[in-house]
Nanobody, 124 residues
Framework: QVHLVESGGGLVQAGGSLRLSCAAS????????LGWFRQAPGKEREFVAFINWSGGSSYYADSVKGRFTISRDNVKNTVYLQMNSLKPEDTAVYYC?????????????????WGQGTQVTVSS
């Protein structure tokens, strides 16, 4: 069992930055692949970023590539999402997730555990 708690969301102007954190409790955090997803009002949950168990591989949605960076600290049991050059279309609730994504890392269904989400609002 893994319990995930996101933090770091808030209101920021376009062009600004935020750093989201997701702290995990439970066993074997370092065994899990981790993902960040987001969901805007009236839209489906969408993939944002992925990092594998070791931190050696990461992937991003095209919409955030070059602006967002995912990282993890397996000692602190925490995954981060550094978000730069934010745009109004990045406004959403952001969720972290843990599971064994493998090649299907962009599907929410492959993740076993989810946080409660943190709101990110980007004003124009």
């Amino acid at each position: 069992q893994v319990h995930l708690v996101e933090s770091g969301g808030g209101l920021v102007q376009a062009g600004g930055s935020l750093r989201l954190s997701c702290a995990a409790s439970g066993r074997a955090f370092s065994n899990y692949d981790l993902g960040w997803f987001r969901q805007a009002p009236g839209k489906e949950r969408e993939f944002v970023a992925f990092i594998n168990w070791s931190g050696g591989s990461s992937y991003y949605a095209d919409s955030v590539k070059g602006r967002f960076t995912i990282s993890r600290d397996n000692v602190k049991n925490t995954v981060y999402l550094q978000m730069n050059s934010l745009k109004p279309e990045d406004t959403a609730v952001y969720y972290c997730a843990a599971g064994f994504g493998g090649k299907n890392y962009y599907f929410p269904s492959v993740y076993n555990y989810w946080g409660q989400g943190t709101q990110v609002t980007v004003s124009s």
